[in-house]
């Protein structure tokens, strides 16, 4: 087996909160300075600098997990991860379809920009985000397993915007692939949330809005090589695949 340093949270410049350094092409120099074998790409409730950063990604040998923070009607935040574009781009519709249409206001929660490679806008889209989808997180949950994705519930020590404290509890019917914890969580804090019936991964990530956070907390994924494929059977330890942090 081989060990990838993975950070599975990072927003770029789409996300109003991110800072507008955040470029794709500035997120893949930082990470490879930092040394990382695997991102997450995690915008608020869009996909829509995943493929753009996947490539950049490819000739600085870095893999991408393309996905989204979904928001869900509880205002639990979640990440959600897939394979390929056609999944990608199905979830993209989902969001589109689900998210209400708020108009974002530039000056409370910042700018809303899709770029190219060379940094240029594209598109500045006008609704915000950061918005709860007026699905819940049921049915978030089983949009995304049902496209063979990745669901953890994001950051869930936090007292804002998780499912500890949205809903005080995981329900028992909520299949997810992970947890994610806070740079300085300890472990133990967050393990009577968990199923007692499953072993639950738990992961760390930088949830980076500034390039400087880009790498700075960060999970070791013990896999034969890197793939969508070989990440999922880490998180679910089988096969001797494991997380390590």
């Known amino acids: 087996m081989n060990t990838y340093r993975a950070d599975l949270h990072i927003h770029t410049v789409l996300s109003p909160c991110g800072d507008l350094d955040m470029s794709p092409t500035r997120i893949i120099e930082k990470a490879r300075e930092k040394g990382l074998d695997i991102i997450g790409i995690t915008d608020h409730n869009s996909t829509r600098h995943c493929s753009l950063i996947r490539e950049l990604a490819q000739p600085a040998g870095i893999f991408v997990l393309m996905g989204a923070e979904v928001t869900t009607r509880e205002e639990i935040h979640c990440l959600s991860f897939f ?21 974002n206001d530039t000056q409370k929660f910042g700018f809303q920009v899709v770029v190219d490679k060379e940094e240029q806008i594209l598109e500045e ?93 960060f999970t070791s994924f013990e896999m034969e090589h890197r793939s969508f494929k070989e990440i999922k059977m880490a998180l679910q330890a089988t096969a001797g695949r494991s997380v390590i942090n």
């Open 83 to 103: 394979e390929n574009d056609d999944q990608l781009s199905e979830f993209q519709a989902y969001l589109e379809q689900h998210l209400p249409h708020v108009p």
């Open 125 to 217: 889209l006008e609704y915000l985000l950061i918005s709860a989808l007026d699905q819940s997180l049921n049915q978030v949950e089983q949009k995304v397993h049902s496209l063979g994705g990745i669901f953890i519930p994001a950051h869930i020590d936090r007292p804002s915007f998780s499912i500890t404290s949205q809903l005080g509890f995981i329900p028992a019917d909520l299949y997810i692939d992970g947890v994610e914890i806070s740079a300085g969580c300890k472990k133990e804090t967050i393990l009577p949330f968990l199923p007692k019936k499953r072993n639950i991964s738990i992961i760390r990530s930088s949830d980076a809005h500034y390039l400087d956070q880009v790498g700075k907390v």
